[in-house]
């Protein structure tokens, strides 16, 4: 069956530290890749996306995330979190012939002042 | 451009009543996700519809739950007779095509609560 695994659960930085968060998928085919953010109280945002082409992916707010596809990740980095960054971030896999979005558990990340 | 709307916000229910959620998708958009999630869990997939059709719905319990898309109004998720084990937050999600590469818009949610 298809999963995404987050394996961070809770994540705690401080200010101008780096990011990168683990994902990964175990369906062997084509798939697009995403990353969404949902911020305290808010619905989910998306971050960045990948379809083809370029396995490094900018997104919005310095954020970046590479396809290693011998790996089956789709790790999220930034070089520089700020406070406002702190927010569930979670990774999404669809395989180009489904109609569903499977998501990991999500990361909560934490960014002290 | 109003986003996904989800209705109401905050739904609070006893043991065997209904739940009925609402989800207008962003305009222009033809195609609406439900997701449930669960604390400590990430979003599953529930129901995939496009106007007046049920497209996939393999993340639907068989029973108590149903989903609909009419031709004029929002989505609705139904859940009847809830019981405690369905407390979770509701997001419904749109697009302007089917989910193939395209990213999906989500609502606020709905957090429903079963007493």
């Known amino acids: 069956a298809q999963s995404v695994s987050q394996h961070n659960h809770h994540v705690i930085l401080s200010e101008a530290a780096s990011l990168e968060l683990g994902c990964n998928y175990s369906?062997?085919?084509?798939?697009?890749l995403f990353w969404y953010v949902q911020y305290p109280g808010q619905h989910l945002q998306l971050l960045l996306k990948?379809?083809?082409?370029?396995?490094l992916v900018k997104g919005i707010k310095g954020f970046e995330a590479e396809f290693i596809k011998s790996k089956f990740s789709f790790n999220l980095r930034k070089p520089s979190v700020q406070w406002s960054d702190t927010a569930e971030y979670f990774c999404a896999v669809i395989r180009n012939t489904g109609n569903q979005f499977y998501f990991g558990t999500g990361t909560s990340l934490t960014v002290i002042p | 451009n109003a986003g996904v709307m989800q209705n109401p916000r905050h739904l609070v229910r006893r043991r065997g009543q209904e739940a009925r959620l609402r989800c207008s998708p962003m305009?222009?958009?033809?195609?609406v996700y439900w997701y449930r999630q669960l604390p400590e869990e990430g979003l599953k997939f529930m129901v995939y519809l496009q106007k007046e059709n049920i497209i996939d719905e393999s993340g639907m319990p068989k029973e108590r739950f149903s989903a609909e898309f009419p031709k004029e109004g929002p989505s609705i998720l139904r859940i009847q007779q809830v019981v405690r084990g369905d407390s979770a937050a509701y997001f419904c999600a749109s697009s302007t095509q089917g989910a193939l590469g395209q990213p999906q818009h989500f609502g606020d949610g709905t957090r429903l609560s079963i007493l």
């Open positions: 305009k222009g958009h033809s195609h």
């Open positions: 990948y379809f083809s082409g370029d396995p």
């Open positions: 369906y062997g085919g084509t798939v697009n």
